[in-house]
């Protein structure tokens, strides 16, 4: 499944639903939250099993450095957020 976050703040409940071998990408204002510290917990245990995206043009109209976001996260843009759509037939907005 995909799992497409727009919300902020992303919480800890919401990253407890995504299953492993699930793709999340942060998207808009929840790119935010990937630098949140209570989240960095979480975010790590989705790392191992886990794809953990952000799109490049969120990052860059907030004025986040993709050398700030936790390692592991990968910066996309829409191209790559199509590969992912189409790699997974489920998607799941959380706004």
């Known amino acids: 499944m995909l799992h497409l976050l727009f919300q902020s703040p992303v ?3 919401v990253l407890a ?3 492993a071998g699930d793709d999340v990408v942060f998207m808009d204002c ?3 939250s990937l630098l ?3 989240l960095q917990p979480p975010l ?3 790392l191992s099993s886990n794809g953990l995206f952000v799109i490049a043009e969120h ?3 907030r004025g986040i450095a993709s050398e700030d976001l936790p390692f592991g996260v990968h ?3 829409f191209a790559g957020l199509v590969d992912l759509t189409v790699k997974h037939p489920t998607i799941h907005s959380w706004t």
Do not use: C, K, M, Y
Request: net charge neutral; glycine share 0%.
């Open 11 to 13: 919480t800890e409940a």
């Open 17 to 19: 639903r995504v299953a």
């Open 30 to 32: 929840a790119s935010l």
């Open 36 to 38: 949140q510290a209570h």
């Open 44 to 46: 790590n245990r989705l």
């Open 59 to 61: 990052l860059q109209s």
């Open 75 to 77: 910066v996309t843009d």
